[in-house]
C-alpha cells in the first residue's frame, strides 16, 4: 500500500508538467548518496514490475480504475528522496548528469524556482499531442528528491487523483519551496 500511495503522490507532483521519454538512467553518483543520508526513499517500477503492480488495482472502483489506466500507459516510475543530517552532504553538482540528460530538445524546463537555498525544477517532454515524461527535481539544504515519469501522462487523469486513494490533494504551489520533498518523503513513511 506505501508503494502504490508513494506512486500516487510522485504522479500528483507532476500535475503542473514533468517529463521522461527516453530510457533515463540515475547516475550512480546519485544513487551513493544514500548512504550519506538519514533517511533515504528508493522506488523503481520499470516495464513488467510497473505492469505488476498495476494488476492489484481493482478496475470496478473509480479511484483504483483511474490509477490503473494511469499506470498502463507508464514505462517507469524512478523516485529518490534523500533527508541529511547536514547541510552540503550533497552538491548541486550532483545533479548535472540528470541535467544532462534533459538537455535534448524533445525536453523543456517549465518550471524553475530558487528560493532560500531551495532550488526546485520541473521538466516536460512534450510528444505530438500529450506529454511523454515528467522530470522533477527539488533541493533543499538538507533534503534532495527526484522524481522520473517516463510514459505517456494524461494531465487531466492525474489531477483527478487529489484526495482519492489515499492520495492528498497538493496544490500546484507546493511543487515549488520545498513542497514536493516532504510530500514524497511523508508519502514513503
Not at 508503494?3 to 550512480?28: D, R
Not at 534533459?102 to 517549465?110: D, E, G, I, M, Q
Not at 526546485?120 to 538538507?142: D, H
Not at 515519469?149 to 487531466?156: P, Q, R, T, Y
Request: glycine share 8%.
Amino acid at each position: 500500500m506505501k508503494m502504490i500511495t508513494a506512486f500516487g503522490v510522485a504522479c500528483i507532483l507532476i500535475v503542473p508538467a514533468f517529463a521522461s521519454a527516453q530510457t533515463f538512467t540515475i547516475p550512480e553518483r546519485v544513487e551513493r548518496l544514500a548512504a550519506k543520508a538519514r533517511d533515504s526513499v528508493n522506488i523503481t517500477l520499470d516495464g513488467p514490475l510497473l505492469q505488476l503492480a498495476g494488476q492489484f488495482l481493482n478496475s470496478g472502483k473509480g479511484d483504483e480504475r483511474a490509477v490503473k489506466e494511469l499506470v498502463s500507459k507508464l514505462k517507469g516510475i524512478h523516485v529518490r528522496t534523500f533527508e541529511f543530517d547536514r547541510e552540503g552532504e550533497y552538491s548541486d553538482s550532483d545533479l548535472d548528469a540528470i541535467r544532462e540528460q534533459l538537455k535534448s530538445p524533445a525536453w523543456s524546463r517549465v518550471l524553475e524556482a530558487r528560493e532560500s537555498g531551495e532550488h526546485t525544477q520541473i521538466f516536460v517532454k512534450v510528444g505530438k499531442s500529450e506529454v511523454g515524461g515528467l522530470v522533477m527535481l527539488s533541493a533543499e539544504r538538507k533534503e534532495l528528491s527526484i522524481i522520473i515519469i517516463d510514459g505517456a501522462i494524461d494531465l487531466k487523469q492525474l489531477s483527478t487523483l487529489g484526495g482519492n486513494f489515499g492520495i492528498p490533494s497538493i496544490p500546484a504551489a507546493s511543487a515549488t519551496s520545498g513542497g514536493a520533498a516532504r510530500v514524497a518523503k511523508d508519502a514513503a513513511e
